[in-house]
């Protein structure tokens, strides 16, 4: 139910000049709940109708259809509207537990196709915590736009690629160990890459021997494709552990190497256009009527770049998916990137351009120091969630001892944990990791939310697991009725959420309702056998099941025991 679309229907019989959207734009929330729940300001109205907004709010309140609230009334400038909290609760209450999966969902897709692409790690390189934020956020993305109707494909667009492979190979010929690499296949590998580029200033020779184990691999040579392959079934293999622990999946692990017999068809494309020029033996596409530098398509010496490859991808995906968005969850240094993609692919006449979108997010740092993988400094996801299992198990040890299933519950709360602290916070924002904080059952983090909901089902079981599917609700007390209106808002946080591809509000919102909750649950004496016994249980049942659905679409688990 949309309580603002009620107040806007209400206002549209006073305002018959304005539309429904111009209403519900304007619509407002007060700060203080003394205030009502929703307030419609009248200073946008002066000017055409030549009064003191006072005046206005007077003259409209007498018009406004007030049936199914409380109360209208006029407070200066502002009409402000209290909802029927009796009929609200119920029919919120009755609409999340007759369907509680689909609550909240929409059908603003209409099932269009969105790429996402996310995660794509190099090949031969462990999966640090830098790898953590453009894997949650875009799952996140992926589940949210899928409860708004869209249908995402996900796509592992692997770096499995490129001159970083030249300079490994360039390694592995002059101190490699096969016995080593097939022992521990990713730190082996990246030390290999680490000493080659601390190594590379006193010995500039390296960088020509990774250019050139490079071009062989763009040419075929056997032994380079021959460790290429070995390279990335060892890494991916890798990689399937830490994304089932975080169980995460994918539509399609097409990764750089993929677009190699696509990218000639982009040169042609190019070239029919008129768009590429020479620029000191290069390649380039001229941007500057965008304001951008100029877009490398080929290097001097006739190797492929990033760009060229993207360009292929687009073109793959746009023909492959029909999408109606492709969005591409990447760090922010990469905007230059994205905005020179677009671009080009403007250029070259493909008009889809515009339905691509770049999901930027900030850097991400752990006990205040910064990762780099060229410089070794990385501290691998895989070593995280299990530490993070760990600190978890140890809790729920202290909690509830006698927990039967005390180490799936603390995988779920582990993994929970690390994946709910990146997306509680803006993904514009960079973020610091503190594992010892992440964990805490207080406070705002995952396992706060997860307890909340395991708090719930179990006053549920206490209760007996009732069928309160069809229970007439009768609830008191601001506390109630300050869940209620937060459970009424689920849908319009996930709406917010889908539109700007910004989990955190499913974050913060699950936050917000896990403590108006345990607020309740203080001061409120659940399971006395009274007459609002079943309404209060009703609460409680709508809660664990926005709490879970909440959670989910974080891509966290809800355990029904802590």
């Known amino acids: 139910m949309d309580e603002r679309q009620t107040v806007a229907n209400a206002l549209s019989k006073a305002l018959p000049d304005l539309s429904t959207e111009e209403i519900l734009n304007k619509i407002e929330r007060p700060k203080d709940e003394k205030n009502g729940d929703y307030a419609f300001p009248t200073f946008f109205l002066a000017k055409t109708l030549h009064k003191a907004p006072q005046l206005i709010a007077k003259d409209l309140v007498a018009k406004v259809d007030q049936e199914g609230f409380e109360k209208v009334v006029v ?65 996140a993305i992926a589940n949210i736009l899928a409860k708004v109707g869209f249908n995402p494909i996900r796509i592992n667009h692997l770096g499995d690629w490129g001159t970083q492979f030249g300079k490994l190979m360039a390694a592995y010929e002059m101190w490699g160990d096969e016995e080593a690499v097939k022992k521990d296949p990713i730190n082996t590998l990246q030390k290999y890459y680490v000493r080659i580029n601390t190594e590379a200033d006193e010995h500039p020779e390296y960088a020509d021997a990774g250019r050139k184990w490079f071009k062989k691999l763009e040419d075929g040579d056997p032994e380079a494709r021959r460790l290429w392959k070995w390279f990335r079934a060892a890494s991916l293999s890798r990689f399937m552990k830490i994304y089932q622990m975080l169980d995460i999946h994918f539509d399609s692990y097409n990764g750089e190497a993929f677009y190699n017999d696509k990218m000639p068809e982009i040169d042609q494309l190019l070239a029919d256009k008129g768009l590429l020029q020479e620029s000191r033996g290069a390649k380039i596409v001229d941007l500057s009527q965008y304001n951008l530098n100029p877009a490398l398509i080929t290097k001097s010496d006739g190797s492929s770049l990033y760009m060229t490859r993207d360009l292929a991808a687009a073109l793959f995906r746009k023909r492959m998916y029909g999408f109606a968005q492709a969005l591409y969850v990447v760090g922010a240094e990469q905007r230059n990137h994205f905005d020179q993609l677009k671009a080009v692919l403007a250029e070259m006449g493909f008009t889809w351009s515009k339905q691509i979108h770049y999901i930027p997010f900030g850097l991400m740092s752990l006990n205040g120091k910064k990762m780099s993988t060229r410089k070794g400094n990385i501290v691998q996801l895989e070593d995280v969630l299990n530490d993070s299992i760990k600190l978890a198990r140890q809790q729920i040890a202290e909690k509830n001892p006698t927990l039967a299933n005390a180490d799936e519950v603390a995988k779920q709360v582990g993994v929970g944990a690390v994946i709910f602290h990146d997306l509680k916070n803006e993904r514009t924002n960079s973020i610091d990791f503190k594992l010892a904080d992440v964990v805490k059952f207080e406070g705002e983090t995952g396992p706060y939310v997860q307890y909340a909901h395991a708090r719930a089902e179990s006053i549920l079981r206490k209760a007996g697991q009732p069928d309160l599917k069809n229970v007439a609700i009768h609830l008191n007390g601001d506390e109630a009725w300050g869940i209620i209106k937060r459970l009424g808002q689920f849908g319009e946080v996930i709406e917010r959420a889908a539109a700007e591809y910004d989990p955190s509000l499913i974050g913060k919102y699950a936050l917000s309702l896990a403590k108006d909750f345990n607020q309740y649950y203080a001061h409120n004496r659940i399971l006395v056998d009274d007459e609002g016994r079943e309404s209060r249980l009703a609460l409680v049942q709508a809660v664990s099941d926005v709490l879970k659905s909440a959670l989910a679409l974080l891509g966290v688990k809800a355990p029904d025991e802590m």
Request: glycine share 10%.
């Open 75 to 139: 407070a200066g400038p502002y009409i402000n509207f209290y909802l029927d909290k009796q009929a609200v609760a119920a029919t919120i209450l009755q609409t999340i537990l007759q369907d509680p999966e689909n609550y909240g969902g929409q059908n603003i897709g209409h099932l269009a196709n969105v790429a996402i692409d996310l995660s794509s790690p190099n090949i031969a390189k462990p999966m640090g915590m830098g790898h953590l934020r453009s894997t949650v956020i875009g799952n």
